[in-house]
């Protein structure tokens, strides 16, 4: 066959996707910069690509107004940025999507159809794996009349403000973050979540990672230590390390470090669990709200 007969049948390539014009500004505040005018029911190019990563790691959150997006396409672009981490919880798993994580107060039939208190604590997504998370993507199904707010810490900040004493002793320390140490504090705390089995307790060993870590993208400094998931720094006694870690929260959260986003219909945030800490207080049942997490796997700390 001719050469260019068989040329003809070859597949064509995709066309590059087109960028699309969208505007991002920063919210007031600590950290978090909105984008509007950006539909993610459309393929988005690598240069657009490029820039949502920038300000990412500049803003720390991204909030996307308007996304309409089905799971499947919020799966798409979450593994844009990296790959995905799926949850140990299987059981809130988004059927077909191992990927989407279910947070909801929503209860049918008598059982919870997602992870009821997903943010009952301040943590950083994930920071119990050897790999912690990027950052994660929540996408809003469902939301309550009032309340449901988020709260997000920029750990940059909590860093750069702290006394130059408390910098110093921190400096090369290690922390231990645990999945089970967390699990089993919201257990005294919520009635829905049932014993981890073996399987599970094993698929989540406690991890050191660094009490400071250098951002990987932007070379600045951050806490990484977190109330839900960091059980203890390395090499103090419990007494002083649970002071410590008590004063650095305490300070971590203080209202000039602090954006609450209120969340409406269709949103899609993205943070930077690099730079950042987040708290969501379990909505009453009688306010329903659902939305779909993914998470993007990171890099080990250091």
Known sequence: MPIASTLSLLPSPSPAAASQLFDIRP???????????????????????????????????????EQRITPQQHVA??????????????????QGYPEILIVSNVIEDGKPIGLVDAGADWHSDLSYMPKPSLG???????????????????????????????????????????????????????PWRADLTQKQIDEVPEVEHPVIRVHPESGRKALFVSEGFTSH??????????????????????AENVYRHQWRAHDMVFWDNRSTVHYAPITPQHLRRTLYRTT???????
Do not use: C, W
Not at 77 to 89: A, D, E, I, T
Not at 170 to 176: D, T, Y
Not at 296 to 302: L, T
């Open 77 to 94: 672009f979450s593994r844009r940025f990296g790959p995905l981490q799926v949850h140990v919880l299987n059981r809130f798993h988004l």
């Open 233 to 254: 720094i390395v090499g103090l006694p419990k007494d002083e390390s649970d002071a410590l870690l008590r004063y650095l929260h305490e300070h971590t959260i203080r």
């Open 136 to 190: 994660s993507l929540l996408h809003a199904q469902e939301l309550p009349a009032e309340q449901g707010d988020t709260s997000f810490a920029n750990m940059f900040l909590a860093y750069e403000t702290l006394p130059a004493d408390v910098r110093q002793t921190l400096e090369g320390r290690r922390a231990v973050h645990s999945y089970v140490y967390r699990y089993r504090r919201l257990q005294k705390l919520s």
């Open 27 to 65: 919210i007031e505040g600590p950290l978090g910069a909105e984008i509007t005018g950006l539909d993610l029911q459309l393929p988005v190019s690598a240069e657009d690509l490029a820039r949502i990563r920038a300000a990412l790691v500049r803003h720390g959150l991204l909030v996307f107004r």
């Open 296 to 302: 993007v796997e990171g890099d080990v700390p250091a």
